[in-house]
């Protein structure tokens, strides 16, 4: 159990997990490069729970034990800090968002955005998001080869600013999505997150430098963003059931309304953590569905037993075998390799160690999601293992756990289930990857390397 100890933080606490003898630099440099062989190699030479350190932050625990992921989802969440461990994104969703806020702020924020992604609010958007995906796969020509990544984020961000955001189809809707789109793809290289790691790489030396780029893109997407609150803040008569109606009209405990910049950073954070996450794993789940025929036998044989055209949403994303094909695309190649890091506040007993105050602790989603002793044969891909067992919320966790797991959770996978249905059921698609694919860093998540490349064979 963590419990925090009585004594002083003066006390010297001598048991710490095992801190494998590698160079600081070498570390960092190592997982940059190829993240799943660090890790991989550390937890098989070193165990489940050990300290690592990168780049200027400061040492982590990193843990891959589904009792210890227990011991810290359930823990007491005031013993920690969890919106200060990610400091790293501030440059781009601002001080005021969900992600780094902690206490307090942080539960009162949870809960005024937390109905906008759950319920009836949530159902409604079905039928935008099955609109949405046939729109983008109008596009597609018979034959002709697309990459899946770039397509899904097209998808997923169209939800977001539509159905989340109540934005409507017009100029700044298609500046917002060309200047997100840029800003994000100046990720695309393992390498090019590199800047949001090391704060000495963050001056603005002009255009030619990805600072400078990312800065400027920033302003423009700030100043589009700004361009749509002031608008909806004087159409009160037009206030629609969308995240940014709700947080227009939120007021404090003293009848104060978000300011701009409240608003502002909020907005970036749900586009910043809704719409490439969902379009990594979609994007993951057509490579796999296509990769291998029995798996998309399997899954067109469930999809064609009901009418995907005017099912009720909850119809097709209560289907089992489509839910085990979401989850296992979760589990092999999960968006997030880990969780946020939680920052101990107190000293603490945790796992039989004894960890004093500012201590990092970080759960590993993709060493979990690779332990055999949970998941025999863990490099292959096998959604019957979701219709066989049921796991726990320490040993599947694709969406964090505790007081910060997912707040976008139900919506991405509904989401994810009515994009894939309303593909499946209206294209034949070919996978023209024939090599096995292996994930890619980009900024902070994972994504297929080379995006998943798509033909159709036909329009059904
Ligand atoms: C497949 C898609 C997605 C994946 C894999 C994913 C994964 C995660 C993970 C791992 C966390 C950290 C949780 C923790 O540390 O315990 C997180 C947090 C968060 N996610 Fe997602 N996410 C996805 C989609 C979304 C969507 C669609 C939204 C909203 C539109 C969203 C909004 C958030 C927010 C606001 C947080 C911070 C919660 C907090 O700090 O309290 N995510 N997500």
């Known amino acids: 159990m963590i419990t925090a100890q009585e004594n002083s933080t003066n006390q010297i606490l001598p048991k710490l997990p095992i ?9 960092t440099l190592r997982v940059l490069i190829n993240p799943i062989y660090y890790l991989q190699k550390t937890q098989q030479e070193y165990g489940d ?15 891959s034990n589904p009792q210890a992921i227990q011991e810290l989802f359930t823990a007491d969440a005031q013993l920690f800090y969890s919106g200060e461990g990610n400091n790293t994104i501030e440059p781009l969703v601002g001080t005021n968002s969900l992600i780094l806020l902690d206490g307090d702020r942080h539960l009162q924020q949870r809960k005024l955005l937390m109905p906008s ?24 020509n018979i034959k002709k080869p697309f990459v899946a990544r770039p397509t899904m984020q ?31 793809d ?21 255009d030619w430098t990805p600072w400078g780029r990312f800065v400027r893109r920033r302003k423009l997407l700030d100043k589009l963003l700004y361009q749509e609150i002031n608008e909806r803040r004087t159409q009160v008569e037009n206030q629609g059931e969308d995240i940014l109606s709700l947080l227009l009209s939120a007021r404090d405990e003293n009848g104060q309304p978000m300011t701009d910049v409240e608003l502002r950073d909020e907005l970036m954070t749900m586009l910043f953590a809704g719409h490439e996450t969902t379009a990594i794993a ?8 296509h990769y291998i025929p029995e798996v998309r036998d399997k899954l067109l044989q469930e999809l064609n037993s009901i ?5 009720d949403p909850t119809t097709i994303t209560q289907l089992p075998y489509l839910n085990a094909v979401c989850s296992e695309t979760l589990r092999i190649y999960p968006v997030a390799f880990f969780s946020f890091t939680r920052i101990l506040k107190v000293p603490m007993k945790f796992m039989g160690y004894d960890l004093s105050p500012e201590m990092r602790i970080s759960p590993c989603i993709y060493l979990t999601h690779h332990r055999p002793d949970i998941y025999p044969e ?24 505790g007081n910060r797991r997912c707040l976008g959770m139900a919506f991405a996978l509904f989401e994810m289930k009515l994009v894939l249905a309303t593909i499946l059921s209206n294209y034949s698609l070919e996978l023209l990857d024939k090599v096995p694919l292996k994930p890619v860093r980009r900024g902070i998540v994972f994504a297929p390397n080379g995006g998943v490349n798509l033909m159709v064979k036909e329009k059904k």
């Open 154 to 184: 097209d998808i997923s961000l169209q939800v977001i600013l539509r159905a989340v955001f109540g934005l409507k189809e017009g100029e700044r809707y298609q500046q917002i999505k060309q200047v997100l789109t840029e800003m994000l």
């Open 378 to 401: 863990p490099e292959r891909f096998k959604p019957e293992r979701f219709l066989e067992r049921q796991f726990s919320p320490y040993e599947f966790f694709p969406f964090g756990g």
């Open 186 to 206: 100046s990720f695309n290289y393992p390498l090019s997150a590199v800047f949001l790691f090391f704060q000495f790489l963050q001056h603005d030396l002009g």
């Open 282 to 289: 979609l994007s993951w789940a057509l490579y796999w569905v």
């Open 49 to 63: 729970i050990f300290i690592s350190e990168f780049g200027g932050f400061p040492a982590q625990i990193i843990i």
């Open 117 to 140: 992604f759950h319920g009836e609010r949530m159902r409604a958007y079905g039928e935008l998001i099955r609109d949405i995906t046939k729109q983008v796969a109008s596009q597609w």
């Open 19 to 27: 801190k494998p003898p590698i160079p600081r630099w070498l570390q």
């Open 307 to 311: 009418d995907i055209a005017n099912a």
